[in-house]
């Protein structure tokens, strides 16, 4: 099975800070990541596919880079509704498998 | 737009067989090129893909090593939707529940509202 690691398991931060983590494969899954946030009590809600394409819907303020297997979620400026846990996911082979999560926090 | 409503108890037994469905909206179960996940949520062991189902000119599944032995995932047609049957479950078992539907490049997109299954004695 492909493990993938976040980075950091949380941070804090402020409205309007520039927000980076990141997402490690244990092989090479080319493009083949998704990321996801999640808010307490809903499913996960897919933000950008395919390493770094915005899924529609979702504010420009959220990128994505990578490829291999180091990855990374960006959030230009951060707003009050960005508060949440951030997920990675390959979709390059069976099983699908997630990180464990990078949960950003008000500081 | 595509929209996966679930449903089914939230309470099992251990050693009997947890069931739900996941209701398809906007999109068909037979879609050739949709796949319909399961994925389960837990403190422990945090989000965990299960199985899928999805059919191209026939039905195919796959199913996650941890799971192989006691789970199904059938499609029905009929009632355009999906179901999970996890069989003998025990307390690790206890989750939040999702389908999910997937497309090229494996994302999950969307999600049903989650069901949590406590199982207990």
């Given amino acids: ?3 993938m ?3 950091p398991s949380s941070l804090s931060a402020s409205v309007g800070d520039r ?3 990141t997402c490690r494969a244990s092989q090479s899954i080319s493009t083949s990541l998704h990321w996801y946030q999640q808010k307490p009590g809903k499913a996960p809600n897919l933000l950008i596919y395919a390493a770094s394409s915005l899924q529609s819907g979702v504010p420009s303020r959220f990128s994505g880079s990578g490829s291999g297997t180091d990855f990374t979620l960006t ?3 951060l707003q009050p509704e960005d508060f949440a846990t951030y997920y990675c996911q390959q979709g390059y082979s069976l099983p699908r498998t997630f990180g464990q999560g990078t949960k950003v926090e008000i500081k | 737009q595509v929209q996966l409503q679930q449903s089914g108890p939230g309470l099992v037994k251990v050693s009997q067989t947890l069931s739900l469905t996941c209701d398809i909206s906007g999109d068909s179960v037979s879609s050739n090129t949709a796949g319909w996940n399961w994925i389960r949520q837990s403190p422990s062991r945090g989000l965990e893909w299960l199985g899928r189902t999805y ?4 039905w195919y599944s796959d199913y996650a090593v941890s799971v192989r032995s006691r789970i199904t995932i059938n499609p029905d047609t009929s009632k355009n939707q999906l179901s999970l049957q996890l069989n003998s479950v025990t307390p690790e078992d206890t989750a939040v529940y999702y389908c999910a539907k997937s497309e090229t490049g494996g994302k999950f997109d969307p999600w049903g509202q989650g069901t949590l299954v406590t199982v207990s004695s």
């Fill in chain 2, 55 to 58: 059919y191209r000119s026939k």
């Fill in chain 1, 19 to 21: 927000v980076t983590f």
């Fill in chain 1, 5 to 7: 690691t976040q980075s």
């Fill in chain 1, 1 to 3: 099975d492909i493990q």
């Fill in chain 1, 75 to 77: 959030i230009s400026s």
